[in-house]
C-alpha cells in the first residue's frame, strides 16, 4: 500500500507564496498537485514526470512551479503571486501502477 504524506498548506494573503510537499512511501512514476473547491470536480493543477516533464493548468502557468526530489520520493509545488480564486483543497496525486492520492491540504488566500 503506498502513502502519501502532504504539507504546506494554510492561510496566506493575495500576492503571497505558499510550497507544498508530499512525499510518496515508495518510488512513483508521475506526481502531481489536483485542486477542488466545494461543488466543483477536481481539477489539475499541475504535474511532473519522473524524468522531470512538467504539465500546468493555464490559470496557474506563469505563477506555479511543479517540482521532484526523486530520492526524497517528494513533489513540491511552490505557488507564488497566489490569488483568492487559488482558494481550494490541494490534493497530490501519484501513479504506480494504479493511482494514488493524498488526504488533500486546505489552501486559503485572503484578499
Known amino acids: 500500500q503506498v502513502r502519501l504524506v502532504e504539507s504546506g498548506g494554510g492561510l496566506v494573503q493575495a500576492g503571497g507564496s505558499l510550497r507544498l510537499s508530499c512525499t510518496a512511501s515508495?518510488?512513483?512514476?508521475?506526481m502531481g498537485w489536483y485542486r477542488q473547491t466545494p461543488g466543483k470536480v477536481r481539477e489539475l493543477v499541475a504535474t511532473v514526470t519522473n524524468g522531470g516533464v512538467t504539465n500546468y493548468a493555464d490559470s496557474v502557468r506563469a505563477r506555479f512551479t511543479i517540482s521532484r526530489d526523486n530520492a526524497k520520493n517528494t513533489v513540491y509545488l511552490q505557488m507564488n503571486s497566489l490569488k483568492p480564486e487559488d482558494t481550494a483543497v490541494y490534493y497530490c496525486k501519484a501513479r504506480w501502477i494504479i493511482e494514488y492520492w493524498g488526504q488533500g491540504t486546505q489552501i486559503t488566500v485572503s484578499s
Open positions: 515508495r518510488s512513483m512514476g508521475t
